[in-house]
C-alpha cells in the first residue's frame, strides 16, 4: 500500500522558514518521482517543486526557485522541503505526492496522494 503523509508546517512570519517533511512507503523511489504541490483556498494544487531521481534532477516553480530546496533520503524514506524567505503569497497547504510518470504540472495526472500539512505565513 502506497502511503504519503506531510508535516512540519505551521505558522510563521514573512522572511521565516520551514522544514517540510514527506515520510513516504509501499514504492520504490527509483522508478517514482516525488513531488511538493500547494493548494491555496480553491481546487487547483500548484507543482512548487519535483525530485526526479532517474534523471537526477530537482525541478523547481518560478515563485520559489531561490528560495526552497527539495531534498531525500530514501534510505529513510523520506522527502524534505526546506522554505526559506517565506512569503505570505506561499501560505497553502503543502502535499506530496507520487507517480511512475515524470514531473508533470498537471496535479490531477499525479497518482499518489497524501495528507497535507498548513503552512500561514503572516506580513
Known amino acids: 500500500e502506497v502511503q504519503l503523509q506531510a508535516s512540519g508546517g505551521g505558522s510563521v512570519q514573512a522572511g521565516g522558514f520551514l522544514r517540510l517533511s514527506c515520510v513516504a512507503s509501499?514504492?520504490?523511489?527509483?522508478?517514482?518521482?516525488i513531488g511538493w504541490f500547494r493548494q491555496a483556498p480553491g481546487p487547483e494544487r500548484e507543482q512548487v517543486a519535483c525530485?526526479?531521481?532517474?534523471?537526477?534532477?530537482?525541478y523547481y516553480s518560478n515563485s520559489v526557485k531561490g528560495r526552497f530546496t527539495a531534498s531525500s533520503d530514501y534510505a529513510r524514506n523520506m522527502v524534505y522541503l526546506q522554505m526559506n524567505s517565506l512569503k505570505p503569497e506561499d501560505t497553502a497547504n503543502y502535499h506530496c505526492?507520487?507517480?511512475?510518470?515524470?514531473?508533470?504540472?498537471?496535479?490531477?495526472?499525479?497518482?499518489?496522494w497524501g495528507q497535507g500539512t498548513q503552512v500561514t505565513v503572516s506580513s
Open positions: 505526492a507520487a507517480d511512475q510518470t515524470s514531473c508533470l504540472s498537471d496535479w490531477q495526472l499525479w497518482e499518489y
Open positions: 509501499g514504492f520504490s523511489f527509483d522508478d517514482h518521482v
Open positions: 525530485i526526479s531521481s532517474s534523471e537526477g534532477i530537482t
